[in-house]
């Protein structure tokens, strides 16, 4: 069974960092891009950062720079280091991943950004 766990999310204050962890279990972990996707209140989910699973990365213009995508194949666990960050960051961040065909989705961690 596919499970994505996310944690690391909280309350920084703008200029901040935090960083987020998605712990997958239930396929084989490297074979398969994984993703961040966030989605603010009132707002539609965006695809914030990919790592594929040749390790290729990519990046929403708005976080280029400041995020970065890992992944851990030993642990099976991808990873979102985010600094910088700014209250427009605000949102509840998900992992993802299509894994033979289906959507799987974390439920999500929230993240803060305010003084």
């Known amino acids: 069974q596919v499970q994505l766990v996310e944690s690391g999310g909280g309350l920084v204050q703008p200029g901040g960092s935090l960083r987020l962890s998605c712990a997958a279990s239930?396929?084989?972990?490297?074979?398969?891009?994984m993703n961040w996707y966030r989605q603010a209140p009132g707002k539609e989910r965006e695809l914030v950062a990919t790592?594929?699973?040749?390790?290729?990365?990519n990046y929403a213009n708005s976080v280029k720079g400041r995020f970065t995508i890992s992944g851990d194949n030993a642990k099976n666990v991808v990873s979102l280091q985010m600094n910088s960050l700014k209250p427009e960051d605000t949102a509840m961040y998900f992992c993802y991943t299509k894994y033979v065909g289906t959507d799987y989705w974390g439920k999500g961690t929230t993240v803060t950004v305010s003084s």
């Open positions: 790592i594929s699973s040749g390790g290729n990365k």
């Open positions: 239930g396929f084989t972990f490297w074979a398969y891009a």
